[in-house]
């Protein structure tokens, strides 16, 4: 059995994943970044727990949840936007990994084409994690989001199954 591995969300992940979203270090970086209550949270995972398009996983290393993963298919059946992670206290390298059992799981099991990312511009370590797993950045949305106090550009990100193959092989 491997020691690092992806499942699906379930009911008694809310609390943990909860927690890890409401942690300041990965609040500040996401589009909504007030402290989220518990029922919010639950109304959120019945709506998308219950979508097709969404995929919600739990990145566990040596049988321990370390991160969260939402796949997304918006645009059409074999296109995908990815959000995603960690624990605050997840070990040295768990981001690299849960990018590569996500990007495997995107391509190999839901058969898509194409895996978009977005990170706000300051969001420096999101922006060289996408680049060092294989995407190319699309576009720089400058100003796009505003977070109540200024606007912040955002980084858009893309990448292609065949060139995830390519450098897989390697």
């Known amino acids: 059995m491997t020691d690092h591995c992806l499942r699906p969300m379930t009911e008694s992940d809310l609390e943990q994943v909860l927690q890890w979203r409401n942690h300041p270090e990965v609040r500040r970086y996401m589009y909504t970044t007030h402290e989220i209550r518990l029922e919010e949270h639950r109304k959120w995972f019945a709506n998308a727990s219950t979508n097709p398009a969404i995929k919600l996983l739990i990145y566990e290393h040596e049988g321990k949840a ?3 993963v939402n796949i997304t298919r ?4 074999e296109v995908a936007d990815w959000g995603f992670y960690l624990a605050p206290d997840a070990p040295k390298g768990s981001g690299r990994e849960l990018g590569k059992q996500a990007l495997n799981y995107a391509f190999a099991e839901l058969s898509l084409h194409k895996v978009c990312g977005q990170a706000l511009g300051f969001n ?4 060289a994690f996408h680049k060092k797993l294989g995407f190319t950045e699309e576009g720089h949305l400058r100003d796009q989001h505003f977070d109540g106090d200024q606007f912040h550009d955002v980084v858009c990100f893309g990448l292609l199954n065949r060139e995830w193959q390519a450098q897989t092989k390697d």
Not at 74 to 77: E, K, V, Y
Not at 124 to 127: A, L, P, T
């Open 66 to 68: 370390q991160g969260f």
């Open 74 to 77: 918006t645009r059409c059946p």
């Open 124 to 127: 420096e370590r999101s922006i």
